[in-house]
């Protein structure tokens, strides 16, 4: 819970506040990019909500944020927000919220499937998400993109009796994981195709449904420092060069129209545009 003694001296006065526990993760920037700003050391309150739009996304960023550093001055009713997750994205596809502070705060999002549902990362186990996806139709596949992000994703799948699948070279997070997978292949599950795509970690994997959807992990996200897409040298683990080639790879995915990522803002891409769009972020990053 966060402490008003402990609030930073930057936030905008008013009922929400940030203290100092903040890891900034981005996850506030992410949900309400009007409310919350970077000091660059932690998010902060930059102005109050003001429309009733800005008030639920302020809220819904207290609930999921990761370390608990969101406030309010007086005691609010978080009914509502709550009862919003998980959020609706695209068709089928929702935002999971109550983000993990073990994966830094990185995003989760469940997808809904006529063969069964998927768990795509995990969020913290609450019994209300549990409840929520339970009358969603329950959870068939938990997919990890890789081990930093996998949180409380044995608890899920043992609540649910769902497969998680991870590689094999991240699955040290996993042992006991249903389906390991192994090499470079491309497996294809349900509607998802699963890619290798080694770099910020070496098992790293991304999944693509539909076609039209990429779930990328901490692979490629939208940066709205920067205002495009790309990657995160600072926490690229394993090989930037890797994770360089495996972005490059991305742009055989023409019809990708959203990239919903870990860490890092998910993003609309518009149709046909997407080649485009990854040589534009691999042009950056050999830059870096």
């Not at 526990?21 to 992410?30: D, E, K, L, Q």
């Not at 768990?119 to 990890?144: H, Q, T, V």
Request: glycine share 10%; net charge negative; hydrophobic share 40%.
């Amino acid at each position: 819970m966060a402490n008003r003694k402990k609030a930073l001296p930057e936030n905008a006065d008013g009922l929400f506040y940030v203290d100092r526990t903040c890891i900034n993760c981005g996850v506030s920037r992410h949900y309400a990019p009007e409310i919350f700003g970077d000091t660059g050391e932690f998010a902060y309150v930059k102005r109050q909500p003001q429309a009733e739009g800005e008030r639920l996304a302020a809220e819904r960023a207290l609930l999921s944020c990761p370390s608990a550093s969101i406030g309010t001055r007086e005691k609010i009713d978080l009914a509502g927000a709550r009862a919003s997750f998980p959020l609706p994205m695209a068709e089928g596809i929702y935002l999971n919220g109550f983000n993990h502070r073990s994966s830094f705060g990185a995003h989760s999002y469940f997808v809904r499937s006529e063969n069964g549902n998927w768990l795509i990362d995990s969020p913290r186990y609450l019994p209300y998400l549990a409840e929520r996806f339970e009358a969603m139709g329950g959870i068939r596949y938990i997919f990890l993109t890789h081990s930093d992000d996998v949180c409380d994703a044995e608890k899920y799948a043992g609540h649910f009796g769902a497969e998680r699948i991870i590689h094999r070279l991240e699955s040290g997070a996993q042992r006991d994981a249903e389906r390991i997978l192994e090499g470079s292949a491309v497996h294809r599950i349900d509607r998802a195709a699963i890619h290798f795509a080694p770099g910020h970690t070496a098992g790293h994997l991304v999944m693509l449904w539909d076609g039209r959807y990429l779930f990328s992990g901490d692979h490629f996200a939208f940066r709205p420092a920067l205002g495009h897409f790309g990657a995160y040298r600072d926490v690229c683990w394993y090989s930037w060069e890797k994770q360089i080639e495996s972005v490059r790879m991305l742009a055989a995915f023409t019809d990708v129209e959203w990239v919903f990522p870990g860490h890092g803002r998910w993003g609309r891409v518009e149709p046909g545009t997407f080649p485009e769009v990854v040589r534009e972020a691999v042009g950056w990053m050999e830059r870096q």
